[in-house]
């Protein structure tokens, strides 16, 4: 009925476009399996690159999830060439590690990934991968609830069937009081202060009294 997330294509063309800014020359978009979503992802990246100047898009390329040795073979055979690889940069889904390992060899590689985790916030903090792209999967598994519960009760949807809760770049680690918030479950999180809509300051207070007694001396 409805898709809660990110429009892929979208995302992925949100992504060229920032690495784009970082100086990006020739890009990659690597999968870990060949589906419907991470194609998207690659098309939206490919797109964006098309519609900039004097930067190249390289192909997709389909890497493992957990070998390293291969992850390396497969993006070195695709760049084909020496070096620190500046401009060269990386959008991939999936394991942070494998591309951290061809980062070590090619000191300027460009990353950038999808998703927030745990493994990705050293890499963020420390600079080593530029951004990833966040779609809030909290609200991917909760708002389909509140969704599904409405069609059960009035037989009616809406008629958006696509609600986006991304894409969003993410440059740094959320903050420890975050975490622990999610970690919990949301039972342990900071409370957001109640904000007094109808407060006004003392100064514009006076000035209102003056003006409503110059009003009614007049």
């Known amino acids: ?37 991470l194609t998207d992802r690659c098309l939206g990246f490919a797109g964006a690159i098309e519609a900039a100047e004097n930067v190249t898009f390289g192909g997709v390329y389909d890497v493992p999830r957990d070998n390293g040795m291969q992850f390396l073979q497969v993006v070195e055979d695709a760049v084909n060439e020496e070096g620190d690889w500046e401009g060269v940069g990386l959008l991939f889904t999936g394991p942070i590690q494998p591309a951290l390992y061809v980062q070590g060899r090619h000191q300027r590689l460009i990353l950038a990934t999808f998703d927030v985790r745990d493994d ?34 009035t037989k009616q949807t809406l008629l958006n069937t696509a609600l986006e809760t991304g894409p969003e770049l993410v440059y740094f680690s959320p903050p420890q009081a975050l975490r622990t918030c ?37």
């Open 120 to 153: 990705l916030f050293e890499p963020l903090d420390s600079g080593r991968l530029l951004f990833t792209v966040d779609q809030q999967q909290y609200l991917q598994g909760s708002v389909p609830v509140y969704l599904l519960t409405y069609a059960a009760q």
């Open 1 to 37: 009925v409805q898709h809660i997330g990110q429009l892929e294509y979208e995302a992925g063309r949100k992504a060229g476009q920032r690495l784009i800014e970082a100086g990006l020359k020739v890009g990659y978009c690597l999968r870990v399996e060949d589906n419907v979503a």
């Open 182 to 218: 999610e970690e919990t479950e949301f039972a342990v999180c900071t409370k957001v202060p109640q904000e007094n809509y109808h407060y006004i300051a003392k100064h514009w207070k006076i000035w209102s009294y003056c003006a409503i007694a110059l009003q009614g001396f007049a």
